[in-house]
Structures are given as C-alpha cells and as structure tokens.
C-alpha cells in the first residue's frame, strides 16, 4: 500500500537511522559554539519534565527533527518542486538508499535452491463452441467499453473495464469460468448454502442469469435483459418480438 512521509518517518524513527531519525539543537549546532568546541547535541528526544534536554541542557523548542528540516517540512511547503524536488531526491538517493534492503531471487538463489525455470509454449485453438462463446462475449465488452467512451467516464471505472479483461481472459482459459461462478455473495450474506448446481446463462448478457426467466422456446436470460428486449418490441413500428437468440 502507499505509505505517506510520517509513516516513513515512524519506521526510520524505529531502526534509529542516523543522522536521519534524530533532533539537532540550533544552540549547540551554532557557529559560535561550534567555534568554541562545544560538541553539537544529537538526541532520540530525550527530554526531562521541564523539557529541558538531558543531553545539552537546552530547551525542547531549540530542537530541530532532521526529517522535518531536510524532508517533511519542504515536501509539504513545496510539494515536488524546487525545494520539494530536492527533498524527494534526498529520500529516495540518500535515505531509502541506506536504509530498505532488497534482495532478488538471483541474488538469493542458492539459499533457495530453486530450481531451473522450464518454459513450455503450445498454441492452441478455440473449438466451435468456444469460439462463439469467446466472440459474443468479446462483442459485449466492446459494447460496454463503448458506452464508457461514449459517456466519457473511463477513468472512472478502471475496475469494470479491469473485469471486462478478466473475463475475457477467463473465457480462452475454458468457459465455464465466466458461466459457473463457484458461489454468489448474495447467497453467502443470507446464509444460504452454496450448492455446486450451475447457475443458467442468459442469452442477452452471456452473464449467469439474474432472476432466471424461461421463455416458451426453452432458452433462458436475466428478467431484466428479457423485460428490455420485450419494451423494445412493443414500441412502435418495431419488429415482432422473437427470442433473441436467433
């Protein structure tokens, strides 16, 4: 997941990474003193009950986080210019450089003794039926991704054109992937059992049929895709209604 600067700074603040998990004091860092030899204070927050450092004897407000002064604070005033640019470049360069550790399979490949990768390669093709099966479903997502071109909101649903591409991929692996869900949440909220019955396909969407309706002819859709198809016929100057399979 994405991890925001503070939260960063909590996990340097754990490895007590020097110098960048630790507060300076401006009064022992100062020229003057560094002049006179005064060792500047380098503390984790070590404050007493007046708040007053342990270590230097200065007050906390003469403290300064190095992660605030060179990262956080120019971040948040900047954003990713200039001086945000320039603090982004010290987190990723100098910080994350020297703290995260990453290691690959390739350097760690013989504490794993993986075995040697064989890759086999076999073209195969669609019988009949699965190839209309593919080709209607292939339509269907055209259709959708169409209306969202159409409506002007692709980017704002990554997700069903995701699915639309899962389901594709899902058909060339074998059909019955996309026709037998394993089991509907809608079922699985109310508590009843799940059974290994397929659910029926609908004719119209080529989804598994919402409130299956059977019509005279045998085949069966969604009592919603049937209901469309049935208010398109009875328009007028429409053609007869007839069962959308054929």
């Not at 990474?17 to 022992?28: A, Q």
């Not at 899902?170 to 949440?185: D, S």
């Amino acid at each position: 997941r994405r991890c925001g600067v503070g939260e960063l700074y909590s996990i340097v603040r754990f490895l007590r990474s020097d110098p960048y998990s630790y507060y300076f004091c401006r009064t022992c860092g100062s020229a003057k003193n560094q002049k006179a030899g005064k060792k500047p204070c380098k503390t984790l927050w070590d404050m007493d009950a007046t708040g007053h450092c342990r270590c230097c004897g200065c007050h906390k407000s003469r403290h300064s986080a190095w992660w605030n002064t060179k990262i956080a604070n120019p971040i948040k005033k900047f954003g990713y210019t200039g001086a945000g640019a320039d603090a982004m470049n010290l987190l990723r360069n100098k910080v994350l450089a020297e703290t995260l550790l990453r290691r690959t399979k390739q350097q760690r490949a013989d504490d794993l003794a993986l075995p040697p990768r064989q890759m086999v390669v076999k073209k195969l093709k669609l019988d009949s039926r699965e190839k209309d099966f593919y080709e209607a479903l292939w339509t269907k997502s055209q259709a959708n991704f169409g209306d969202f071109v159409k409506e002007g909101t692709v980017l704002n649903n990554y997700a069903h054109i995701f699915d639309l591409l899962v389901r594709l991929r899902q058909a060339v692996c074998h059909p019955y992937l996309c026709i037998y869900p394993p089991g509907r949440p809608a079922d699985k909220a109310a508590g009843k059992a799940i059974t290994d019955t397929p659910a029926p396909l609908c004719g119209i969407c080529f989804d598994a049929a919402d409130d299956a309706v059977t019509t005279a002819c045998g085949h069966q859709f969604c009592r919603a895709c049937i209901g469309a198809e049935l208010e398109k016929a009875a328009a007028p100057g429409a053609p007869p209604a007839a069962c959308p399979t054929y």
